[in-house]
């Protein structure tokens, strides 16, 4: 193995920079075996600890349910901080139970009772404002804040948005941070519900960098409506909550040498409204099948509506097996793009058609032994714009409710699992002209995909 201390003196040497870091290599990578934990990357002088600082805040009744399900899928690692935050008494029970510590317990504004905001939004706003500085305070250092909540009660229709202008005001100035929303709309059994939820919906709307909106209006559309059980049902937001979540964490917690990484993720999301976000898996013997996924999942009826929008930014994360065929990788983007709306160029590539400096594109793959027959993209979709009148959308609508099969609740493909425990990393042998400095880094990224 080659000396990596030579290897960086030698770079230091030649950049002129050996009077000013003279103690230990440029670029070091620490191996601790109990911290459990990414490696630190020393870079003439400055640490990156690569691991963002996550928190799920779960707000109202629902929230705290999507969130207390996370536990209960063991998508829990130290990466993420979580925080139930609600007004009922039994609720925050529960989560102690659970283990969830350092919950935000909004206890009633004129008594200390156990109970929630009877569905009176004004309350589940003075609940908000009363502990504006706790959800602060909860907030410090979060680089990404993820707020969960269902739309349609007292607590989480009224508070949540002033969980997420909170989380914001902590972020505010500083560069690579974001407050996603992500919220169910009632069904239609609670159809009179569904007003004071828009109203929340567009509250929230207002403090978050991207809104991931998931209507149970259409469920019964989504769901096998002969034998569909009222779990079944529930089970499904559930997963639909979980997609989401977790099409998120693995974007931003692994490292591939096509990565995308959280600033991408900022750069898709960062002001962005509307949002889309899900993760499609299929066998990759035939490209059809992920590309019929594609087209289901992104138009699931659950989620808005984009068929006549132009998604103006997005991040597309391809996942294969090695030999995993050039025809197919494109194919697979330019179905996203298709879906989309973007334009069919002559040469038949696909162009973004929205003009506008906040326009983004992102292609990464993962390539690995671990997608054996198998293929999975991640999809980030935001910065909708309406498609110009007289102009025929080049995207496929949402299919008829007839035609769509019972979906089966999709399990995380992945759990958010906490990082490989730390382990020596192995610099790469240094071949002839190859950059030894990339090559650490690259060592250091690399988990489990080949580079
Ligand atoms: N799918 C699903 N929907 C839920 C769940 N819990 C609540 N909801 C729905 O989410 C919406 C908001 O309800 P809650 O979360 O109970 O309301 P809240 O924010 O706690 O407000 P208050 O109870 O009035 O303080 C309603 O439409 C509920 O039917 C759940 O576990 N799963
Ligand atoms: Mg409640």
Redesign the pocket.
């Known amino acids: 193995m080659p000396d990596l201390n030579k290897i960086m003196q030698t770079i230091r040497r030649d950049a002129g920079l050996e009077t000013e870091i003279q103690q230990g290599p440029l670029i070091q990578i620490e191996v601790d075996e109990n911290a459990n934990r990414l490696p630190l990357i020393e870079s003439a002088g400055e640490t990156y600890e690569r691991p963002i600082s996550v928190c799920f805040a779960g707000v109202?009744?629902?929230?705290v349910?999507v969130v207390m399900s996370l536990k209960n899928q063991n998508l829990t690692n130290e990466l993420v901080d979580f925080v139930g935050i609600?007004?009922?008494g039994s609720s925050m029970k529960e989560l102690d139970k659970l283990g969830f510590k350092d919950n935000i317990w909004l206890s009633s504004v004129d008594s200390n009772t156990h109970l929630?905001?009877?569905?009176k939004l004004e309350v589940?706003k003075e609940l908000g404002d009363k502990y504006y500085e706790q959800f602060k305070k909860r907030f410090k250092n979060k680089e990404l804040v993820l707020v969960v909540t269902?739309?349609?009660?007292?607590?989480?229709?009224g508070a949540a948005p002033l969980v997420a202008k909170a989380a914001k005001e902590v972020q505010q100035g500083k560069s690579n941070t974001l407050t996603i929303g992500v919220a169910?709309m009632?069904s239609g059994e609670?159809y009179d519900?569904r007003k004071i939820a828009k109203l929340g919906i567009e509250e929230l709307k207002k403090h978050v960098d991207a809104l991931i909106v998931i209507d149970?209006l259409n469920l019964l559309d989504v769901l096998d409506q002969e034998n569909a059980s009222v779990d079944q049902g529930?089970e499904l937001?559930?997963s639909r909550f979980r997609i989401v979540l977790q099409s998120i964490m693995d974007t931003v917690t692994q490292y591939t040498k096509r990565n995308i990484d959280f600033a991408d993720v900022c750069s898709t999301f960062k002001d962005c409204g509307d949002a889309i976000v899900t993760t499609v898996e299929a066998p990759s013997e035939n490209v059809e099948d992920i590309k019929r996924e594609l087209v289901r999942a992104l138009n699931d009826k659950l989620l808005i509506d984009h068929y006549n929008k132009i998604a103006s930014r997005l991040t597309v994360y391809h996942f294969f097996e090695p030999g995993y065929s050039v025809k197919n990788h494109g194919e697979v983007v330019r179905e996203i793009k298709r879906i989309f709306n973007w334009t069919k160029t002559e040469d038949g590539f696909y162009n973004n058609p929205v003009e506008d400096p906040s326009n983004f594109e992102k292609v990464g793959t993962g390539i690995s032994e671990e997608y054996k027959g198998r293929t999975k993209v991640i999809v980030m979709a935001g910065g909708f714009v309406n498609i110009p009148p007289g102009k025929t959308p080049s995207a496929t609508r949402a299919m008829p409710a007839a035609s769509i099969q019972p979906v089966q609740p999709i399990a995380p493909t992945r759990v958010i699992a906490p990082p490989p425990p730390a382990q020596i990393i192995q610099s790469p042998p240094s071949e002839p002209g190859e950059d030894a400095v990339d090559k650490l880094i690259a060592a250091g990224r690399n988990k489990g995909f080949t580079l």
Do not use: L
């Not at 929630?116 to 569905?119: D, M, N, V």
């Not at 269902?150 to 229709?157: C, H, I, L, S, V």
């Open positions: 109202g009744t629902h929230g349910n609600n007004s009922d929630g905001a009877g569905g589940g269902g739309m349609g009660g007292g607590t989480g229709t169910s009632p609670e519900k149970q529930e937001v559930d």
